[in-house]
């Protein structure tokens, strides 16, 4: 009870708020990392895909990068997309609750899901591109964090799930995930 109380207490304490959830472009490299939402998801991501395990380790990720990279060029031309902040931080808040719930899941339902979550962030990332810099040189940057930060939920995930109790240590991580889901929206 006292660790879960704890996982409660860091998931709150953690700085997120949809004001802090973007923060400096940089060459593509940073945004993944300066931004609570994406940082979080990303990380998330790969957790899931090592919880559900086999072939989703590496076709949920993939899905989430290709849907990101046709979000991102529709956000290119500038389209609206209304409440796109809320939608990203639910997908913060349904990705908690996918490792919370901790079922395994079909590789393609799992993929349908992050692809459309993906596709989300994609448009931000391509609606935040700095004018100053090269479009190519950007989105190489995020995508390679992006897959970099995927690589490490997912290791990261596997190794918590080899020790003792892992299963359960993932699932207080998923709750982790759902507090800051829950303060980027409503705080």
């Not at 709150?12 to 004001?19: K, M, S």
């Not at 956000?75 to 996918?98: D, F, R, T």
Request: hydrophobic share 60%.
């Amino acid at each position: 009870m006292i660790r879960i109380i704890i996982v409660l207490i860091v998931g709150w304490l953690l700085p997120a708020g949809i004001v802090e959830a973007h923060g400096f472009g940089g060459s593509g490299f940073l945004h993944p990392l300066t931004g609570v939402d994406h940082l979080v998801a990303m990380l998330a991501v790969g957790v899931w895909s090592a919880q559900i395990g086999g072939k989703a380790i590496y076709i949920v990720p993939s899905c989430f990068v290709l849907m990101m990279m046709l979000g991102r060029v529709i956000g290119l031309e500038g389209w609206l997309w209304v409440h796109l902040e809320i939608y990203i931080a639910c997908s913060v808040c349904l990705l908690g609750l996918a490792i919370v719930w901790n079922r395994q899941q079909s590789i393609w339902i799992a993929s349908c899901g992050v692809a459309l979550f993906g596709f989300a962030h994609g448009y931000a990332h391509g609606l935040e591109l700095p004018q100053l810099l090269s479009p190519a040189v950007y989105i190489t940057g995020f995508l390679i964090t992006t897959i970099g930060l995927h690589v490490i939920g997912a290791v990261g995930g596997l190794l918590i799930l080899e020790e003792p109790r892992g299963a359960i240590r993932l699932r207080m991580i998923g709750v982790v995930i759902l507090i800051v889901g829950l303060k980027l929206i409503f705080f």
